[in-house]
């Protein structure tokens, strides 16, 4: 068998149009444009990267873009001012602190300082809260991408085992409750699981997000099942001195076996930034009382 590869990045470029369709249709009715800022400190080379795209998506999309540069050795007291100023800031609507941060920084701190409703990460304690109990919440990137891509191969998830390779509070933990509320059936295993490749190949839906490179070999697929991998690793590629990106996934072999497949590149890396950009029209809406925009609906 051949698997459907699913491609990320046609879909985040719907889900892009759509962002750009909601922004189009709030300055139109309601004279609102949701604005994004990104935090960024020190200058790590891969964050600069993230945070140079991100921005650029957001001024595509019509949205207005907000970028603070700190130096490496900023305290934690001057992040927390920034975030607080930012809370304040009514023409920012969505906040978001580029990770991993210097060593010297409490993450966690710094994350729970975000207003919970500018939160577009999805990653303060009241977010995670609210998505584990059912209210409404601000739900982190990569996972909601996950859904949407697992959605493409299937439509109705309900009745289905899905397996989470990785319990991280990033991806693992938010995306475990995501599949539930559409009605799957969730394991999340993780590096302490016994017969690890036995209980992959219970899935129907099989998600890989433990960063080591194509750990998930062809043999832990259940033939038929949609593969979503969130791994990105960069190995030593043939070329002498080049790297490559590969996932968690062994793709090559799993394509042989899975029904649907994300590739790495071009698979969820693609959708993160466009479901942030989800986020932050959703954060301006809540802010402003407003539904989010039809649009939006499905995504
Ligand atoms: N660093 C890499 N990915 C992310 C992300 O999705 N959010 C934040 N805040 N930092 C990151």
């Not at 975000?114 to 809260?129: C, L, S, T, Y």
Request: glycine share 8%.
């Amino acid at each position: 068998m051949s698997a459907q590869i699913i491609d990320g990045k046609a879909l985040a470029a719907r889900v892009l149009d759509k962002v750009s369709e909601a922004v189009e249709e709030l300055k139109r009715k309601h004279g609102l444009t949701p604005g994004l800022a990104v935090v960024l400190v020190g200058d790590d080379p891969a964050s600069r990267v993230y945070v140079r795209a991100k921005g650029r998506r957001t001024t595509e999309a019509g949205m207005k873009s907000l970028e603070y540069l700190m130096p490496a050795d900023a305290t934690e007291d001057e992040l927390l001012a920034r975030v607080r100023a930012l809370n304040e800031n009514p023409d920012v609507h969505g906040i978001l602190v580029q990770l991993p941060l210097p060593g010297h920084i409490d993450t966690e701190k710094v994350i729970n300082a975000i207003a919970p409703d500018k939160d577009v990460d999805g990653f303060h304690v009241i977010n995670a809260g609210r998505l584990m109990t059912g209210q409404k919440a601000l739900v982190p990137c990569t996972p909601r991408g996950c859904v949407l891509l697992a959605r493409q191969a299937r439509d109705d998830l309900t009745g289905l085992e899905a397996v989470i390779i990785g319990r991280s509070n990033i991806v693992g933990k938010p995306l475990g409750q995501l599949l539930l509320n559409e009605n799957c059936t969730v394991t999340i295993a993780h590096s302490r699981t016994r017969d690890l490749p036995d209980v992959a190949r219970r899935a129907d839906i099989l998600v890989a997000a433990v960063g080591r490179p194509r750990m998930v070999k062809a043999d832990w697929i259940k033939p038929g099942a949609t593969v979503i991998d969130v791994g990105i690793n960069r190995i030593p590629a043939e070329e002498e001195g080049k790297t490559r990106l590969v996932g968690d996934v062994d793709f090559a072999g799993a394509a042989e076996v899975a029904g649907a497949i994300t590739p790495v590149p071009g698979g969820v890396g693609p959708m993160t930034i466009a479901m942030l950009l989800r986020n932050a029209v959703e954060a301006a809406c809540m802010q402003n009382s407003l539904p989010l925009p039809k649009a939006l609906a499905d995504i």
